[in-house]
């Protein structure tokens, strides 16, 4: 894989840092996923803190927060970490987990790396100047959504009906459903919306997608998506369904094809704000950062196995090909 940039923001005033005063800094860590899923974006996030000369359990402690893909229980595992009054707090997992920490501290930085638009979702007040206490990384998988729709049709230009699936709990989840059909509507297609809420709908989904005589699919960005990405690649493998995902993360699980910026470049760029505002700066003057690279991957395998032949002009602009 070329790996795809950030706007550069991660270096730093040179200032005292919390250690040197004789303080051990603590951190908290919120995210609505589960550990086992995103471990390597902890591990991005881990090392960036490394690089800035945190080393867990040697000048910086963490206190990690796992939501288990249950949204409910974000705003009492937020209290908890708020109410250990931490250095900073870290959040992933989707918008709603950092605005599960917005809610309860005005005072304790927060550091996001969310996929959507965090102005709209009311964390910030603009990417350039964001007020208050929050800021972070945004890696825009929502603002992809039409594209993602364009490189599936221009893949399986016979198909004529799209099966979406979306997670209704999403707070994107009515924009990016608007997205999807009008991008659909565009190019002359159909588009079947599934609303799936647990793993258990899951199947369901896409049982009912197969009924529909669905061509092809593409899933809406969310974390507990993500989480569960091993499952929707099979299934979509099982019912022979051409598929476009939100993260490299599903094509290299076996998914046909996928469009985003780096995951892992937010965390990274999260680890470079919190070792940032532990030396001593404010949420209130780092801007949020926004991907300026995106990354096309195809896996070849998974095109061989469902008897598609990957039109040459994919080809020709896919940044990583999976054989």
Do not use: C
């Amino acid at each position: 894989m070329r790996r795809r940039e950030f706007i550069s923001l991660v270096g730093g005033a040179v200032v005292w840092p919390l250690a040197a005063r004789g303080q051990q800094p603590t951190m908290g860590f919120l995210h609505s996923g589960s550990q086992r899923e995103w471990t390597y974006a902890v591990a991005a996030f881990q090392d960036s803190l490394k690089q800035a000369g945190y080393v867990e359990d040697q000048n910086v402690t963490i206190e990690y927060r796992w939501a288990e893909d249950q949204h409910d229980r974000l705003p009492t595992l937020a209290a908890d970490l708020v109410g250990r009054k931490p250095s900073l707090i870290v959040v992933g997992g989707g918008a709603v987990a950092a605005l599960a920490a917005k809610r309860l501290t005005s005072t304790i930085p927060v550091v996001f790396a969310i996929g959507g638009d965090p102005v709209k979702a009311g964390l910030v007040a603009s990417f350039n100047r964001p007020g208050g206490n929050v800021t972070g990384a945004t890696f825009l998988l929502n603002a992809l959504v039409a594209k993602r729709l364009a490189l599936l049709r221009e893949f399986v230009p016979s198909v004529s009906l799209i099966g979406v699936i979306v997670n209704p709990s999403n707070p994107n989840a009515q924009s990016d459903v608007t997205d999807v059909q009008d991008a659909a509507r565009t190019l002359g297609l159909h588009a079947n919306v599934s609303t799936v809420r647990s793993e258990n709908e899951l199947g369901a989904a896409f049982e009912g997608l197969h009924q529909q005589r669905a061509g092809a699919l593409i899933v809406l960005p969310d974390p507990s998506f993500q989480s569960r990405r091993n499952q929707i690649v099979a299934l979509a493998a099982r019912h022979a369904l051409p598929a476009m995902y939100f993260g490299r993360e599903f094509a290299a699980a076996g998914g046909l094809m996928s469009y985003s910026a780096s995951l892992t470049e937010a965390y990274r760029v999260a680890g470079g704000y919190a070792s940032r505002i532990l030396k001593g700066e404010k949420p209130a003057d780092l801007p949020v950062v926004q991907p300026t690279k995106f990354e096309f991957v195809i896996n070849l395998k998974t095109a061989r196995a469902l008897g598609l032949e990957v039109p040459s002009a994919l080809l020709a602009v896919a940044d990583d090909v999976i054989e």
